[in-house]
Structure formats: C-alpha cells, structure tokens
C-alpha cells in the first residue's frame, strides 16, 4: 500500500515536470496562434477553441498529437510539426496561464 502511495506521488511529480515550461516563452512563442485563438486565447472565430485556461497536460497532449499525426488537421498539422517539446511545453503554459472565459 505505501509503496502504491510513493509510486503515484512520484509519478504525479514527474508529470508535473513535463508539463513545466516558461511562461513568457510561450507568450512569445504564441504570436502565430493569436491569429486564430485571439491575443488572450480566447478565440472569435466560430468552430476554433478557447486555448485559456486550459490544462497544461491537455494543451501538451494535443499539440504533440497534431507534431506526430495521430489526429490530423489540414490547419494545425504544418502549426505542430515544426515545434520542439519545449516550445509545445511553453505554449501550453502560457496558455493555461490565462483567464478563461465564463
């Protein structure tokens, strides 16, 4: 049972590191995305999300999705290939950073 307990503790931690990117990296990094998902992330154009206050781990999981094609889109595809893990962790901290809308 501890074992289980120091397990998932490590493995929550670990997470946690992956996801750790820079803030005002990924805000600079973001100029490209504000053209679609507005300049606080929130976007005005119908059928794009709202990357504000998303989760970090989410905002990491589909742009590596979008980078390695296992979900494909004509639009965000070239956006994705080209990013390292560190400015896909920087985006999506900067991202979750922000306030969602209500």
Request: glycine share 8%; aromatic share 10%; net charge positive.
């Amino acid at each position: 049972m501890i074992f289980q307990f120091i397990l998932a503790l490590f493995l929550v931690s670990a997470a946690s590191v992956v996801w750790a990117g820079d803030i005002e990296a990924g805000k600079s990094k973001a100029a490209t995305c504000v053209a679609c998902h507005g300049p606080q992330g929130i976007s005005s154009i119908p059928g794009y999300p709202h990357l504000a206050g998303q989760k970090a781990a989410y905002l990491v999981a589909i742009l590596k999705s979008y980078k390695n094609g296992e979900r494909v889109s004509p639009i965000m595809g070239p956006f994705a290939k080209p990013l390292s893990d560190a400015d896909i962790s920087d985006l999506a901290a900067y991202f979750s950073s922000l306030q969602r809308c209500k």
